[in-house]
């Protein structure tokens, strides 16, 4: 977070080094609350999840920009969370929501990224309604490995 006067304090990007160490934390954390969710969540959380991810789908679909996408991204990641039951990792995520939202937007920005988020988000939900822990955590992680990939190479380009 950064102070601009007359402005208030605004979210800054982060360095390229800071932004491969939350895309790391992001991948241990995301890819434990996906095989949790596996072993732990109800009927009632896979069908949230499931909405949630039907949510991203639409958002592809629309072309409503961004912030459509962030939303349903947001959504996504709520119910993945809440499903997994575990509240220290939802903690920890909630702490880094403001610089995971930058990070997420430069992702979705590029070129492709959006439809390829549909496809390896979709992977996810496949392997958590199978009830595939192992295989749901490793798809979670290649996930936000991949969003990382498309952002660094962004930021590296953008010097």
């Not at 509240?87 to 990070?103: F, H």
Request: glycine content about 8%.
């Amino acid at each position: 977070m950064t102070t601009i006067p007359h402005k208030g304090t605004v979210v800054a990007a982060p360095t390229l080094e800071r932004a491969v160490e939350l895309y790391e934390v992001r991948a241990v954390l995301e890819g434990i609350a996906a095989r949790q969710f596996a072993e732990r969540a109800t009927e009632i959380h896979m069908g949230a999840l499931r909405r949630a991810f039907e949510g991203i789908e639409a958002s592809a679909r629309g072309n409503s920009g961004g912030q459509s996408m962030l939303e349903a991204k947001r959504h996504f990641y709520d119910a993945l969370f809440e499903g997994a039951a575990n509240g220290t990792i939802q903690s920890i995520v909630e702490g880094l929501q403001a610089r995971v939202t930058v990070l997420r937007a430069a992702s979705l920005a590029q070129p492709g990224r959006v439809a390829r988020t549909v496809e390896e988000v979709r992977e996810i939900v496949e392997a958590l309604e199978a009830r595939d822990g192992a295989h749901a955590e490793a798809a979670a992680v290649a996930h936000v490995e991949q969003a990382a990939r498309t952002v660094l190479e962004a930021m590296a380009a953008n010097g």
